[in-house]
């Protein structure tokens, strides 16, 4: 599936022109009245109505974006589903179906690798989804979460909303935040971190290139490892060259403290000197630390060249 991890614009993703004539048919699908609005919440779209139907839809209306294929058995057990779900929604939301094989531009720009592939998309870009055969009940808590997200970003940009007196309105801060990233985020704040952990994973199933995922991930693995050491013994047992459990937890405690270029060096000074299980024990746990840090981090950088050299 693609890497939604810093989602960017899908304008440009393929054919997006005639941005005025997709606002003008917006509009005339608004004055038609909430019946036509209930009978468009379902359409089927392909590289000449995709502005239309889903980028420009979907600055009002998240787009529940449905790439199948007529080849794929998931598509025809997912589609119904999605179908149901959407349409309960009376309007809040809109399914758009595309058949990956009459419109692969489409597919290919989104970066499809298989198919049923189901994208959530919302102020122009596209913010959760995944790659999978859900039941109805999984579809619509994946749904029920989007919404919330929606409602979200419209209570923190009231502006932005449809429905907004006129008026000069506040500019959009951006659009939700994955439901998943939202969910470990409220979880850490009430302490509780194996939600935190179990709602980073689920986003990671569906994305494993999330980076902010990762990194989140990574940062509740320490706060769990370090939740109950005591930093006194753990100095105490550093007088031991020997306890290899004693270096890597202080190096937990020293990423904690922001002191990375000192954690990262612990430990590879810990795989130079050791060998066999223990070496490649200390080897995954530095592959770990990396995890709580952006890729082009400069500390992150140089300790992965001076793992290569403690490697080779």
């Known amino acids: 599936m693609a890497d939604f991890s810093r989602p960017g614009s899908l304008y440009g993703a393929v054919d997006l022109g005639a941005r005025k004539q997709a606002l003008e048919s917006q509009a005339r699908r608004e004055a038609a009245g909430p019946q036509a609005a209930s009978s468009a919440s379902i359409v089927d779209v392909n590289e000449e109505t995709f502005t239309t139907d889903v980028i420009d839809r979907s600055m009002t209306l998240p787009v529940v974006l449905d790439l199948w294929s007529p080849r794929a058995p998931g598509s025809a057990q997912l589609s119904p589903v999605l179908e149901k779900v959407v349409g309960d929604l009376g309007g809040r939301a809109v399914l758009a179906k595309v058949n990956v094989d009459a419109s692969p531009q489409i597919a290919q720009a989104l970066r499809v690798q298989a198919v049923p592939t189901v994208l959530a998309i919302f102020q122009g870009q596209a913010v959760t989804g995944f790659q999978q055969v859900l039941p109805e009940q999984e579809v619509r808590r994946w749904l029920d979460e989007l919404m919330g997200a929606v409602e979200q970003f419209y209570e923190a940009n009231p502006g932005a909303r449809p429905s907004a007196e006129p008026g000069e309105p506040e500019a959009p801060e951006g659009p939700p935040a994955d439901p998943d990233m939202v969910a470990a985020e409220q979880a850490i704040d009430s302490g509780d971190m194996d939600a935190a952990a179990a709602a980073y994973e689920r986003l990671l199933a569906r994305s494993p290139g999330n980076e902010d995922a990762k990194m989140g991930l990574a940062g509740v693995g320490l706060i769990k490892r370090t939740a109950d050491v005591d930093p006194a013994d753990v100095q105490r047992r550093l007088q031991d060259p020997a306890d290899l459990d004693a270096q890597l937890v202080a190096a937990d405690l020293e ?58």
Do not use: N
């Open 255 to 312: 990423m904690l403290s922001g002191s990375v270029d000192e954690a990262f060096s612990r430990v590879i000074g810990v795989i130079k000197r050791t060998s066999g299980d223990d070496r490649d024990k200390a080897r995954r746990h530095l592959l770990g630390l990396f995890d709580a840090l952006p890729s082009d981090d400069p500390s992150l950088v140089k300790a992965r060249r001076a793992l290569a050299s403690a490697l080779f």
